[in-house]
């Protein structure tokens, strides 16, 4: 039995079908695909799609973009295209240049485009899993800062932008694709540990593990604002069951920065209930000269045993503690 189904919207071109039928009327474009089988009718169907603002594309072109849409790449790319299809590097970016033009995928920054969705009715689009687009734009990297700590529920707060720590070099650190805001970091090859996989459909990522995420933030407290946003995190990270004060130490010492002993050693004993065995294990790994608690505010006052400079309200905090 066939079914005929009209869906006034614009569609991917379908990923491992090819059109049969392709005629203009009323100024529309209408496809017709022949589709094997339909989960949601169980039978043979026939859909015909309405393309009222996106352009068409011939034949030829639809065959070669479902043929690099079937790999389900988040972001496209020449080289991609050029490997897919077989040819050169050349005539991919024609192809590509062809594509963003009639609206079936969209360019975020030169060089590289993503797939229109299925439910779009415009060629204007939101990424979709922004995770994705940053993870094939700058790695090899990971989620890390602020996004790492909303994905761990260590934190409440809305996060407008998204965190990638990668060993790229980058001239644009804070870059916008699609719509969506990225905050990069460029990091050395050796802090790449620590990490969890995170899976999107058959695509995975890596993002930092609960205590990576704080011993990264404590490396560099600029990432999530200073001090006073890190300790509300690690206050819930410690009451987490991701806890773990060995792997704290592994990690920190992973790191090869003595601050990050001094910073856990000042918040410990400031802020939380430390056994003695702890902060001497941070104590025996700080090096004899200063370094600066919190680089986000001016820090002018020591707290000698941590070999800290520190702001007025933290000497305070760890004077009141003693």
């Not at 009451?239 to 592994?250: F, R």
């Not at 941070?282 to 200063?290: D, K, Q, T």
Request: with cysteine.
């Amino acid at each position: 039995m066939i079914n005929t189904i009209k869906v006034k919207s614009h569609a991917v071109m379908p990923v491992t079908y090819t059109a049969k039928l392709s005629i203009a009327y009323a100024k529309k474009q209408f496809y017709t695909y022949f589709i094997p089988f339909l989960p949601f009718t169980g039978k043979n169907s026939i859909i015909v799609i309405i393309m009222d603002e996106l352009s068409g594309i011939g034949k030829s072109y639809r065959n070669k973009l479902s043929r690099v849409l079937e790999n389900n790449y988040s972001v496209i790319t020449p080289r991609l295209v050029s490997e897919t299809l077989k040819i050169a590097a050349q005539e991919s970016g024609r192809l590509l240049s062809r594509w963003n033009k009639s609206g079936w995928i969209k360019r975020i920054k030169m060089g590289a485009y993503i797939p229109i969705p299925l439910e779009s009715t415009t060629s204007k689009v939101i990424v979709e899993e922004p995770f994705l687009v940053v993870d094939s734009l700058y790695g090899p990297g990971y989620i890390a800062g602020f996004s790492a700590v909303k994905h761990w529920d260590f934190s409440e707060q809305i996060i407008e932008s998204v965190t990638y720590f990668t060993i790229k070099q980058v001239k644009n650190r804070n870059p916008v694709h699609g719509g969506i805001k990225f905050k990069l970091k460029t990091i050395s090859r050796h802090k790449l540990f620590g990490l969890k996989t995170l899976w999107f459909g058959s695509k995975k990522i890596k993002i930092s593990d609960p205590s990576k995420t704080m011993i990264d933030l404590l490396d560099d407290p600029k990432i999530a604002g200073g001090i006073t946003n890190i300790t509300d995190f690690f206050s819930e990270y410690i009451d987490s069951e991701d806890y773990n004060v060995d792997l704290l130490i592994q990690y920190a010492h992973q790191m090869n920065n003595k601050t990050i002993f001094k910073r856990l050693g000042l918040i410990y004993e400031t802020m939380f209930n430390a056994n003695e065995n702890v902060l001497s294990i941070f104590l025996e790994n700080i090096s004899s000269g200063f370094s600066v608690f919190d680089p986000t505010v001016p820090s002018k006052l020591n707290i000698c045993k941590w070999k800290l400079k520190t702001s007025e309200f933290w000497k305070q905090k760890y004077d009141r503690k003693k």
